[in-house]
Nanobody, 122 residues
């Protein structure tokens, strides 16, 4: 199982970015895939988790209405569309297998990748 994140960058507050998670070694209809982030000095937190079986999502309150998770299973990619970005969204963003009921990562699903840095300037 492998997960590779891309699409981060530097953006001004109010701007948008779309992150991509290219996955391999499993099918999305068997495992939910989600996004997590880790800001400097803070613990990693769940952002949004998407079930590939029924499309159910679990999204953090802090990003609801601004971030949308989606998937293109033909391309083995999960996306995170981020709109109305704020400076406190600055973090390294990772994708990982997740439990859609709780939004928490699935332990021992896959090694955490390098992530992709998102920096939002004020």
């Amino acid at each position: 199982v492998q997960l590779v994140e891309s699409g981060g960058g530097l953006v001004q507050a109010g701007g948008s970015l779309r992150l991509s998670c290219q996955y391999s070694g499993f099918t999305h209809d068997r495992y939910a895939i989600g996004w997590f982030r880790e800001a400097p000095g803070k613990q990693r937190e769940g952002v949004s988790c998407l079930s590939g079986r029924d499309g159910v999502t679990k999204t953090a309150d802090s990003v609801k209405g601004r971030f949308t998770v989606s998937a293109d299973n033909a391309k083995n990619v999960v996306y995170l569309q981020m709109n109305s970005l704020r400076p406190d969204d600055t973090a390294v963003y990772y994708c990982q297998g997740c439990w859609v009921e709780t939004g928490r990562p699935i332990g021992s699903f896959a090694p955490w990748g390098q992530g992709t840095q998102v920096t939002v300037s004020s």
